[in-house]
Every structure is written in structure tokens, then in C-alpha cells.
């Protein structure tokens, strides 16, 4: 049978041009709801971009199979696609993006196919991107124009579709803001100068302006919040913190909704301003978590050539579902799903990837950790330790293929690297401890309030990440929070009841006694007093019932993701 490899080309190529189209829909909706408080269609705008990808790409990926039947893993036949396709997406702003779409359809078309340089876009030069003077990329204020004219002009130069609360008083504290952080640090000098991104960065019930001032001989970033309460649009704060600004575009964190006609020229502008970030995980932020997870796979191939080090099990207590190892000079643990679960754990494998699916589509609140879900996994089969061999062919054999060269792994997640929170725990001082178990106690709360209960809190599932922010990693009993039922723990009454070795009253399977927390959640003595103190809601079951029935009512409850003292008007709701 002939292949007409132009017409599959053309194929992938509508494929994709309906994708953009697609996601640029769901991305310019994000200002409509912004402007009407309709946080209910923000989170199902959220929701709906995110499954865009795969909703796609299965009738597309159906439709070639159909065209290529018995041909599906010719090499020829996809060497000629790839030539086609390639001379189609040359010359488009997005076409990095354009290259990870056609890796994502040939891993699914092609039998087995892992990652191969010949076949796919594997290692093109879309890594490091460089700011161009694209005036329609940003707004320009020099400093002649003096300060409070400057915060006037950028106030006024985006439209958020409703009136400010209170236009005079975010202009003074504005300027009272620069004045203390900049200006008591730097001298304007004719060169100074201002930049903002054009495009508005929307994420929950927030809008956020990016931006970098030249002062003092060097660019000096910064973030405006922008909130729409009942009373009004109001500047909720201004972000100079270089840590506070990394955080709100961590791997923990949901992506944002942003116009980037120019992917990588927003990825670059970006990059000036939060320069720890790899480009990679810039690409996840604005969305774009497939060419995110392309780049990280370079970044993967490259750090193997340079590295000399073994992958080895990783540290801390093995789990029951989860077998996780890691390159020790690589900042990413890699999961696989267990051929058998340990009792009491029963579920099945395809019921942890629901869990990881689910939070892959739901708010992460920044206190769980992104993954990149990868199939037919090629590792160097010198770079794996025996130890680590013997382990996987203990705990996951079914999905590992060994050949001269390669270990593949059929199927596994990524995760950024943390330091797991019972190994720091258990060295740490009793001050840097207080302060971590004060936020292990503030990360199960913002998950509840975001409709998460993680279902087993012990502090093996949780790590710490550079900041010493506590995080869920361990999703396979996630469950809904308006799922489960908060109990108060009936109390004993009787001798039989009293000295019973089982519990006497029923318990459903969803059901749950927060006054038990008290028992495991911490163990080192000199810590658990004060972690029992801090966290007093924890174990309180009317608090949880409370966080329940305002997301029944359909009440969205924002996660700052900036302290809340250095807000301006901290009381102001939203």
C-alpha cells in the first residue's frame, strides 16, 4: 500500500493549528471571568485547557493509525512525515511547539516507540530563548516620566473591565512600596527604565503584572497582584522577594493563564525576571506542560553525557505503591506503580494513575508537586546501580525491557526532587523544626480548602523544597475532601466497650476522626507539642465540616501564594 506521507504531514498540521486555536480560546477567557468574578467557570476554563492536549491528540492519533494500518512502525514512512511536517511548522513564532505536538502523535502511533533522535524532535534549539526589542511584547516607561506618573500609566494602561476600589490609595502604596525597597537602595539615572509584559497572567482569582526595572546598573524584577473583590479591582501588593516570585511560579503551583503569541519570547522575558527557573519549567507555567516536558527530557540526555554518577533507590521509607529512584547529581526522582501493593493497601495500578491524573487537573494550591508522565523510559543500562536493578525487578518487573544497552521502563512519572520531611525531621533543631511542622499543619489545610484530603498525611508522603515549603507527593489515596466524613470519635461508655480490641461503632469507608491525628502526625516529642499547639484546627472536625460546605456552596477559596503580611490591605476578601 502507498503512503501519501504529504497528506499525513498536512494531518498533524491541522492537528496542531486546531490545538492553538484551542488553547488560545480557553486562555482569552481567563480576563471575561477575571472581570466577572465567575470563579466557577475559572476553574472549569482551568480544567477544560488542561485536558485540551489529550482530547486532541486520541482522535488525531486514531485518524493516522487509520491511514498508516500495517505501516504504523515503518521508518521510512515517518522519515519522510517528519521532513514534510518540518518544512510546514519552519517558519511559525510557535514552531517548538509545534515539534513536541508531532513527538507527542509518533509516541503514540509508532509501536513501543521510545525517545529517538532520528524519528522525532528530540534535541532542536528551542532550550535557551533571548529577548528581542518586540515592542508589541512590552510596555516601556522611562524614568523621565517620574514615579508617580510611571504607576498611573501602567494602572492604566491594562483593562481589567471593572472599576478600581480605590485608584488613589493603590497609587500611594504603590509609591510607598518603590520609595522603601528601591529608592532607598538605587538612584534613577537617565538609563532607568521600566518594563511590563503585555500580556496578564491569570491564575485563580488573581491577575498578575510581570515586570523588571534598570536600576542601579542592573535589571531589578517585580510582580503586581491584582485582585477583583466585591468592592472593587484592587493592587493587592507589589513582589520584589527574588524567593516569593520563584515560589509563585514553582513546579507546585497550577499553570497560568497567558496570551504568548511568541512562546519562547514571553519563556525568555521570564527569564530575566526569575532567573533560577529553567526553561523548562517556565514553559509548564504558562501552560505549555507538554513542550515543558520535551525540554526537561533534554535537559535529561544532556545531564547523562556529563554525569558519571549510578541511579540508585532513593532515600527514605519505600513506599507500598510507589518504587522511586533517582540520579543523585539529578534533581528528579523517577516513580513507578508496583507490580503488587503491600496489604493494607488494595487498589489497583490504572486506580494510581487516576490519582495522579486527578491532581494533574486540579489546583495544586502550591503544595503538591507537578509530575511528567513518561512511557518506554530509556535509561542507560551502565548508569543503573545493581541494587537498583534487583529492586525494580523485585517490585515492578512488568514494566521493565532490558536489551544490550537500555533499561526501558514502560511506564513512569518525573517529580521534581525534595528532601523528605521524616528524614529532616529527624536531624533537624527543635526552632528549624517548629517552623517546618508549622507548615506541614498549613499545607493539609490549603489542600483542603483547594477539595483535597491526601488521605494517608504521615510525614513520609511529604517533602521540603528549597525554601523549606512543605509538600504532598504520595497521591494514591487522594481522594475529594467533600467526599469524606468528619467524625467526632464516639466515646466509650462501657467495660465492653472500654476494653474492646476492635472499634465497637461502625466505620465507613470515607469516614474520618481528626481527633486520631493527635496520635502519629508528629513524632519527636520536642516538636509535637508545638506542632498539637499551632495546628489546633487539624483535629477539630466542625473546621473541616466548615471548609466543606463552603466549596458545596460553590465558594472558590484563593491561595495566596505570597505571605500575608506584605499584603496591602490583608483584610480585603476576595
Same mark, same amino acid.
Given at each position: 500500500?502507498?503512503?501519501?506521507?504529504?497528506?499525513?504531514?498536512?494531518?498533524?498540521?491541522?492537528?496542531?493549528?486546531?490545538?492553538?486555536?484551542?488553547?488560545?480560546?480557553?486562555?482569552?477567557?481567563?480576563?471575561?471571568?477575571?472581570?466577572?468574578?465567575?470563579?466557577?467557570?475559572?476553574?472549569?476554563?482551568?480544567?477544560?485547557?488542561?485536558?485540551?492536549?489529550? !482530547?486532541?491528540?486520541?482522535?488525531?492519533?486514531?485518524?493516522?493509525?487509520?491511514?498508516?494500518?500495517?505501516?504504523? =512502525?515503518?521508518?521510512?514512512?515517518?522519515?519522510?512525515?517528519?521532513?514534510?511536517?518540518?518544512?510546514?511548522?519552519?517558519?511559525?513564532?510557535?514552531?517548538?511547539?509545534?515539534?513536541?505536538?508531532?513527538?507527542?502523535?509518533?509516541?503514540?502511533?509508532?509501536?513501543?516507540?521510545?525517545?529517538?533522535?532520528?524519528?522525532?524532535?528530540? &534535541?532542536?534549539?528551542?532550550?535557551?530563548?533571548?529577548?528581542?526589542?518586540?515592542?508589541?511584547?512590552?510596555?516601556?516607561?522611562?524614568?523621565?516620566?517620574?514615579?508617580?506618573?510611571? @504607576?498611573?500609566?501602567?494602572?492604566?494602561?491594562?483593562?481589567? +473591565?471593572?472599576?478600581?476600589?480605590?485608584?488613589?490609595?493603590?497609587?500611594?502604596?504603590?509609591?510607598?512600596?518603590?520609595?522603601?525597597?528601591?529608592?532607598?537602595?538605587?538612584? $534613577?539615572?537617565?538609563?532607568?527604565?521600566?518594563?511590563?509584559?503585555?500580556?496578564?497572567?491569570?491564575?485563580?482569582?488573581?491577575?498578575?503584572?510581570?515586570?523588571?526595572?534598570?536600576?542601579?546598573?542592573?535589571?531589578? $524584577?517585580?510582580?503586581?497582584?491584582?485582585?477583583? =473583590?466585591?468592592?472593587?479591582?484592587?493592587?493587592?501588593?507589589?513582589?520584589?522577594?527574588?524567593?516569593?516570585?520563584?515560589?509563585?511560579?514553582?513546579?507546585?503551583?497550577?499553570?497560568?493563564?497567558?496570551?504568548?503569541?511568541?512562546?519562547?519570547? *514571553?519563556?525568555?522575558?521570564?527569564?530575566?525576571?526569575?532567573?533560577?527557573?529553567?526553561?523548562?519549567?517556565?514553559?509548564?507555567?504558562?501552560?505549555?506542560?507538554?513542550?515543558?516536558?520535551?525540554?526537561?527530557?533534554?535537559?535529561?540526555?544532556?545531564?547523562?553525557?556529563?554525569?558519571?554518577?549510578?541511579?540508585?533507590?532513593?532515600?527514605?521509607?519505600?513506599?507500598?505503591? &510507589?518504587?522511586?529512584?533517582?540520579? $543523585?547529581?539529578?534533581?528528579?526522582?523517577?516513580?513507578?506503580?508496583?507490580?503488587?501493593?503491600?496489604?493494607?493497601?488494595?487498589?489497583?495500578?490504572?486506580?494510581?494513575?487516576?490519582?495522579?491524573? @486527578? *491532581?494533574?487537573?486540579?489546583?495544586? *494550591? =502550591?503544595?503538591?508537586?507537578?509530575?511528567?508522565?513518561?512511557?518506554?523510559?530509556? /535509561?542507560?543500562?551502565?548508569?543503573?546501580?545493581?541494587?537498583?536493578?534487583?529492586?525494580?525487578?523485585?517490585?515492578?518487573?512488568?514494566?521493565?525491557?532490558?536489551?544490550?544497552?537500555?533499561?526501558?521502563?514502560?511506564?513512569?512519572?518525573?517529580?521534581?526532587?525534595?528532601?523528605?520531611?521524616?528524614?529532616?525531621?529527624?536531624?533537624?533543631?527543635?526552632?528549624? =523544626?517548629?517552623?517546618?511542622?508549622?507548615?506541614?499543619?498549613?499545607?493539609?489545610?490549603?489542600?483542603?480548602?483547594?477539595?483535597?484530603?491526601?488521605?494517608?498525611?504521615?510525614?513520609?508522603?511529604? +517533602?521540603?523544597?528549597?525554601?523549606?515549603?512543605?509538600?504532598?507527593?504520595?497521591? !494514591?489515596?487522594?481522594?475529594?475532601?467533600?467526599?469524606?466524613?468528619?467524625?467526632?470519635? $464516639?466515646?466509650?461508655?462501657?467495660?465492653?466497650?472500654?476494653?474492646?480490641?476492635?472499634?465497637?461503632?461502625?466505620?465507613?469507608?470515607?469516614?474520618?476522626?481528626?481527633? !486520631?491525628?493527635?496520635?502519629?502526625?508528629?513524632?519527636?516529642?520536642?516538636?509535637?507539642?508545638?506542632?498539637?499547639?499551632?495546628?489546633?484546627?487539624?483535629? !477539630?472536625?466542625?473546621?473541616?465540616?466548615?471548609?466543606?460546605?463552603? /466549596?458545596?456552596?460553590?465558594?472558590?477559596?484563593?491561595?495566596?501564594?505570597?505571605?500575608?503580611?506584605?499584603?496591602?490591605?490583608?483584610?480585603?476578601? *476576595?
Amino acid at each position: 500500500m502507498a503512503i501519501d506521507s504529504h497528506f499525513l504531514s498536512a494531518q498533524l498540521y491541522k492537528g496542531f493549528l486546531s490545538y492553538i486555536l484551542s488553547f488560545k480560546t480557553y486562555t482569552r477567557l481567563a480576563p471575561r471571568y477575571f472581570k466577572e468574578r465567575n470563579w466557577t467557570a475559572t476553574q472549569l476554563n482551568h480544567r477544560q485547557r488542561l485536558r485540551l492536549y489529550k !482530547d486532541l491528540l486520541f482522535p488525531l492519533v486514531a485518524e493516522i493509525k487509520e491511514n498508516l494500518k500495517d505501516e504504523c =512502525g515503518n521508518r521510512q514512512v515517518w522519515k519522510e512525515i517528519r521532513e514534510n511536517y518540518h518544512q510546514l511548522i519552519s517558519e511559525r513564532p510557535d514552531v517548538e511547539l509545534a515539534e513536541t505536538f508531532f513527538n507527542s502523535v509518533i509516541r503514540k502511533v509508532f509501536p513501543g516507540m521510545a525517545a529517538d533522535e532520528e524519528l522525532m524532535f528530540l &534535541m532542536e534549539g528551542h532550550a535557551v530563548c533571548e529577548v528581542r526589542p518586540l515592542e508589541e511584547l512590552i510596555f516601556t516607561y522611562p524614568s523621565s516620566m517620574g514615579l508617580d506618573a510611571i @504607576l498611573r500609566k501602567i494602572l492604566d494602561d491594562f483593562d481589567f +473591565g471593572a472599576e478600581f476600589m480605590d485608584l488613589e490609595q493603590d497609587i500611594q502604596l504603590l509609591i510607598s512600596s518603590v520609595k522603601k525597597v528601591i529608592l532607598t537602595r538605587y538612584r $534613577p539615572s537617565p538609563d532607568t527604565t521600566t518594563q511590563i509584559l503585555k500580556s496578564v497572567f491569570y491564575r485563580n482569582k488573581a491577575a498578575y503584572l510581570i515586570g523588571r526595572t534598570y536600576v542601579g546598573q542592573k535589571w531589578m $524584577p517585580f510582580i503586581i497582584p491584582i485582585l477583583h =473583590g466585591p468592592r472593587g479591582i484592587f493592587v493587592d501588593t507589589l513582589i520584589f522577594d527574588p524567593n516569593i516570585m520563584s515560589s509563585m511560579f514553582s513546579f507546585t503551583r497550577s499553570y497560568f493563564m497567558v496570551e504568548a503569541d511568541i512562546p519562547s519570547q *514571553v519563556v525568555a522575558f521570564l527569564s530575566s525576571v526569575i532567573p533560577h527557573k529553567k526553561t523548562h519549567e517556565l514553559y509548564n507555567a504558562i501552560g505549555f506542560n507538554k513542550h515543558g516536558k520535551t525540554l526537561f527530557y533534554r535537559d535529561y540526555l544532556l545531564h547523562l553525557e556529563q554525569s558519571k554518577d549510578q541511579f540508585i533507590v532513593a532515600p527514605g521509607v519505600k513506599g507500598m505503591v &510507589m518504587t522511586v529512584f533517582t540520579l $543523585p547529581s539529578f534533581n528528579v526522582v523517577f516513580k513507578l506503580i508496583k507490580d503488587h501493593f503491600e496489604p493494607p493497601k488494595s487498589m489497583t495500578r490504572q486506580e494510581v494513575r487516576e490519582k495522579y491524573k @486527578l *491532581v494533574s487537573l486540579h489546583d495544586r *494550591v =502550591g503544595r503538591m508537586a507537578d509530575t511528567h508522565e513518561f512511557e518506554f523510559f530509556k /535509561i542507560p543500562l551502565e548508569k543503573v546501580s545493581p541494587e537498583l536493578l534487583q529492586e525494580l525487578r523485585n517490585t515492578a518487573n512488568s514494566l521493565l525491557k532490558i536489551d544490550d544497552k537500555y533499561l526501558i521502563i514502560k511506564h513512569l512519572y518525573t517529580e521534581r526532587k525534595m528532601e523528605p520531611l521524616n528524614l529532616y525531621l529527624d536531624a533537624c533543631s527543635t526552632e528549624e =523544626g517548629n517552623q517546618v511542622v508549622e507548615d506541614y499543619g498549613r499545607a493539609i489545610l490549603q489542600l483542603a480548602q483547594a477539595n483535597i484530603f491526601p488521605g494517608d498525611m504521615m510525614t513520609k508522603n511529604f +517533602g521540603l523544597t528549597r525554601q523549606k515549603r512543605v509538600i504532598f507527593y504520595d497521591y !494514591d489515596e487522594i481522594e475529594f475532601l467533600t467526599d469524606m466524613n468528619f467524625r467526632i470519635k $464516639p466515646k466509650a461508655e462501657t467495660y465492653e466497650q472500654i476494653y474492646a480490641s476492635e472499634p465497637w461503632y461502625d466505620i465507613a469507608r470515607n469516614d474520618v476522626f481528626p481527633e !486520631d491525628f493527635r496520635r502519629w502526625m508528629i513524632g519527636r516529642a520536642d516538636l509535637k507539642e508545638h506542632f498539637l499547639a499551632y495546628n489546633k484546627n487539624l483535629f !477539630d472536625p466542625s473546621y473541616w465540616q466548615k471548609i466543606q460546605e463552603k /466549596i458545596l456552596k460553590g465558594e472558590m477559596i484563593h491561595a495566596f501564594p505570597y505571605p500575608n503580611e506584605i499584603r496591602f490591605r490583608p483584610q480585603e476578601k *476576595v
